[in-house]
């Protein structure tokens, strides 16, 4: 973000006049958080930097438009301050802590305030928050317990969180709302400190086209996924949709294999068919009635054997995509037959490779360089740990992805909340979607099964992930307003979903 700024100046729009967007920005969300302005006592919390300025920009606007706007200085801004000169003059009332060593005016102003902006250190925090700023801090804290009302509003991230992803301060601001200034911060999809973040919203401050051509991270968006949604032609047919097959379920985990190949079918495939132990299909029919069936061979009951490996094989032609290991189990056949698929130089169709399947691979340390095709990978924390032997459980999951990503040259696919699509080219993509609600048994077998659907249909690889991703969330967050956050059934999603791509498309 320095690095664009300065870029800025050098294409002919100053740093000043980014400042004043911004201000100009963030004042008229605030004008609609506190409408109407009339009147109305707004406290502004302004630090040394260039976020305080911003803040001050915001309460000139804001005083202007007819609010009581006081501005409280944290820390002492420059001599030469033409943002705090312009805000009294436009009638902001300015307090400094330098005139209130207490904090009692502090305290008052915040018993007193319906919105206050915190423009204290946005991205500038470099160190432990200490001394008068920490006593700040906690008066910010128990003004919010005790006035529940009080809608904390933060310039670009709430001070204490870090702007690179790498925590947050114990004494960190929890916002309601923040207002990150030209893009996202990496800092907002990380936890701890995404907790401190609440509603997100990004605005233009003016910043020149083209200038972040070179930034390989990216949030998602509804608009970049509507433009990959797949077509769906008047004339089509099933077989216009592509075919998904599924090497999936165990006499275990049968609810694996419906819910994976049930999101193929949501997503839009023409023809799932589900690879299982003959003995198992019974009890799948009786759930999954879309799907078709490839019975596999056994060597116990419910367990594959024999040649089940070459009989998938023989069956691919004409099939899209394939999908291995949700609910595979573990047991020594299985695992055989799984290492037979992936690790034998097979041609297959596109490969999506989930649960024991990541499990298989985990357990051989030679598996990239036996398994050079493209793929991707669904890991969730604990399997990317065992993936990577350990590296994967880095807090940095942004990076922890694009270095898996680029040793083994597959898409990665890091689920938790802010789920990171990450690409062999060194560029990720962010879910901006973080929901508790998911956080049961089968959502992952949902969010493999819907990436195998979208690829069957001719969707490239790396779309369909982050598609995938999005529509997965999306559909969640529906679930998510009508049951609340906990509770959730994986198989709660499978109707949500081509009401997902519907809203979408229709958006």
């Not at 008047?234 to 077989?239: L, N, P």
């Not at 059934?489 to 997902?500: G, K, T």
Request: proline share 6%; charged share 20%.
């Amino acid at each position: 973000m320095r690095d664009i700024e300065a870029r800025s100046e050098s294409a002919g729009v100053s740093t000043d006049t980014l400042m004043e967007n911004a201000g100009l920005a963030v004042a008229r969300i605030a004008r609609r958080l506190a409408s109407p302005l009339k009147g109305v006592p707004i406290l502004a919390l302004i630090g040394p930097a260039n976020n305080g300025a911003d803040g001050l920009v915001t309460a000139r606007h804001l005083q202007r438009w007819g609010a009581n706007v006081t501005a409280y200085i944290c820390r002492d801004r420059p001599s030469l301050d033409p943002k705090l000169e312009s805000a009294r003059r436009a009638g902001v009332r300015i307090v400094s802590i330098s005139t209130d060593p207490d904090l009692s005016e502090l305290r008052y102003m915040l018993r007193s305030a319906h919105l206050a902006i915190d423009a204290i250190l946005g991205a500038g925090r470099s160190r432990p928050i200490e001394g008068s700023l920490k006593a700040i801090l906690a008066h910010i804290a128990s003004a919010r317990v005790a006035s529940p009302n009080l809608h904390m509003l933060a310039v670009d991230l709430p001070t204490g969180v870090d702007c690179d992803g790498a925590g947050a301060d114990p004494s960190s601001i929890f916002a309601d709302t923040t207002v990150a200034l030209g893009y996202p911060k990496r800092g907002h999809f990380a936890f701890p400190g995404a907790d401190s973040v609440g509603r997100l919203e990004v605005v233009d401050i003016g910043i020149p086209p083209r200038l972040d051509e070179d930034i390989r991270i990216s949030a998602m968006t509804a608009k970049r996924a509507r433009a990959t949604l797949p077509r769906r032609p008047a004339d089509s047919h099933k077989g216009t949709f592509g075919r998904a097959m599924m090497v999936v379920g165990s006499r275990k985990f049968l609810g694996a294999a419906y819910l994976s190949a049930s999101a193929a079918v949501r997503v839009g495939a023409g023809l799932v068919t589900i690879a299982i132990p003959e003995s198992l299909i019974p009890s799948i029919a009786s759930k999954a009635i879309e799907p078709t069936f490839l019975p596999l061979p056994e060597s116990a009951p419910g367990v594959v054997g024999g040649d089940s490996a070459k009989i998938i094989l023989d069956s691919l032609n004409g099939y899209g995509a394939i999908l291995v290991g949700c609910g595979l189990g573990q047991e020594r056949a299985t695992v055989d037959m799984a290492e037979n698929l992936l690790l034998t130089g097979h041609r297959l169709p596109p490969t999506v490779v989930d649960a024991d399947g990541l499990n298989t691979l985990a357990r051989r340390a030679d598996w990239p360089s036996r398994w050079t095709s493209e793929a991707v990978l669904t890991p969730h924390p604990g399997e990317m740990s065992r993936l990577t032997d350990g590296f994967g459980a880095n807090s940095n999951r942004i990076d922890a992805s694009l270095k898996a990503s680029a040793m083994w040259n597959k898409i990665i696919v890091l689920k938790g909340a802010h789920t990171i699509t990450a690409y062999a080219d060194g560029t990720a993509v962010v879910s901006p979607f973080a929901n508790p609600a998911l956080a049961t048994a089968g959502t992952g077998d949902v969010l493999a099964g819907m990436i195998t659907g979208l690829i069957s249909q001719g969707i490239p690889m790396r779309d369909a992930s982050t598609l995938g991703v999005y529509l997965h969330a999306s559909a969640a967050e529906t679930v998510r307003d009508n049951l609340g956050d906990a509770g959730m059934a994986a198989s709660d999603l499978l109707i949500e979903i081509p009401r997902a791509i519907r809203r979408l498309r229709e958006s």
